[in-house]
């Protein structure tokens, strides 16, 4: 058994969701956007996909470096990748690593007839679900004030949402970050939904140490679930301060760098009460699964980030909190159900209690629509 191909498949979709230069998501006037597809193609006849990647590392890199090894190996795989291939780890970016990664996973699943989740050592079946908004905005009929935010938190509950994250206004708004904003914000919501609504904050690093306390003081009046990424995670210092001074759980670290050597770090030093983890920023599954058992073993709390099917996965193994999948982000102008038309169906349905239901098709458990992609395809140079 061996991997004989890594392929990048390149289609076009139509899209309503655009990026400021900060790299915050918003509403958008609908356009072409492109999305890719890496192919792990073996000489079993069973390949392994996952959505993402790109062509011009998996041609130059990735497969010179794979081709020829067995699907099965992800565990060499990875730190070949990683480790061994050291001098080009600013081009094997940790979303590029995960992406190889978790196509490894999704072939041995199709392999074996069976989820990823089952592979790694079944858990449970479903998860509670909490509602990611987008961040605040200037938009008319978007989340432009406190009180857009509280209408909005309304109509999520309305839809089965038990759990809300609240994510506030950020730069390049001129005149964000504004801890006042931001906690009249979190007054707002908790006012419109109550008090038997689960509510978190992530101010995506935006604070200095007086006003991340301030800020979490406020939340932990208004009964907030935890407080995320307050301040720069380059900072462990401030962060340990911070826990101290807190009683409100620190949810951290998303964005710094160091996979799980830097979230071990983390936990040895008190930095945070939950850490958080996910497979595009810890390079797959591979790595993710060691951050559980990390986790596991020094009895600390473990949310993940996003609702990609990899996580979806993970979570379905966890025999530790994630006790939440972050389903978004969400937007009063935008329909998320409808946000993937290369899957048949999307990854991540909640039913009307909260819950969503771990994929158990093989693999990652994505419904391909191939007729989608092949008709929207588009070829896409290597730069060779």
Excluded at 63 to 70: C, E, L, R, T, Y
Excluded at 263 to 271: M, P, Q, T, V
Excluded at 365 to 372: A, P, V
């Amino acid at each position: 058994m061996k991997i004989v191909d890594v392929e990048t498949i390149t289609f076009k979709y139509k899209s309503r969701i655009g990026f400021d230069i900060a790299g915050h998501a918003h509403p958008a006037e609908e356009h072409t956007a492109y999305q890719t597809l890496t192919r792990i193609v073996t000489d079993e006849g069973i390949d392994g996909y996952c959505f993402g990647g790109d062509k011009r590392i998996n041609e130059r890199i990735i497969k010179p470096a794979i081709v020829g090894m067995n699907p099965l190996d992800r565990e060499r795989i990875w730190q070949y990748l990683y480790r061994d291939l050291q001098g080009s780890r600013q081009l094997i970016s940790s979303e590029q690593l995960a992406v190889i990664d978790m196509a490894l996973w999704d072939f041995a699943g199709r392999y074996f007839n069976a989820p990823v989740c089952k592979l790694l050592g079944g858990y449970r079946d479903k998860v509670k679900a909490y509602a990611s908004t987008m961040v605040g905005d200037e938009i008319e009929g978007g989340l432009n004030s406190p009180e857009a935010y509280a209408e909005f938190a309304e109509d999520l509950v309305k839809s089965g949402y038990k759990a809300i994250k609240l994510h506030t206004w950020f730069p390049p708004i001129k005149w964000a970050p504004n801890p006042e904003m931001d906690m009249a914000a979190c007054r707002a919501v908790r006012e419109a939904v109550g008090d038997d609504v689960t509510l978190m904050l992530d101010c995506y690093h935006c604070y200095n140490r007086e006003e991340a306390l301030r800020i979490g003081r406020e939340i932990e009046n208004l009964n907030f679930y935890w407080l995320e990424e307050p301040m720069d995670e380059n900072n462990i210092s401030a962060y340990i301060w911070l826990a101290d001074k807190l009683e409100i759980p620190i949810l951290a670290p998303e964005t710094a760098e160091g996979k799980i050597w830097v979230r071990l770090n983390w936990i040895l030093n008190g930095a945070a009460d939950i850490i958080r983890g996910g497979v595009m920023r810890m390079g797959g599954i591979t790595p993710l699964m060691k951050l559980v058992h990390i986790c596991e073993a020094f009895g600390v709390r473990l949310e993940l980030h996003g609702a990609h099917p990899g996580n979806l996965q993970v979570l379905g193994a966890m025999g530790i909190p994630g006790e939440y999948v972050e389903r978004g982000l969400l937007h009063p102008l935008l329909d998320y159900e409808s946000r993937t038309p290369w899957l048949k169906e999307i990854i991540d349905p909640m039913d009307s209690e909260g819950y969503v239901y771990i994929p158990q098709k093989p693999g990652l458990g994505m419904e391909i629509n191939w007729s989608f992609i092949e008709e929207n395809r588009v070829e896409v140079d290597d730069g060779k």
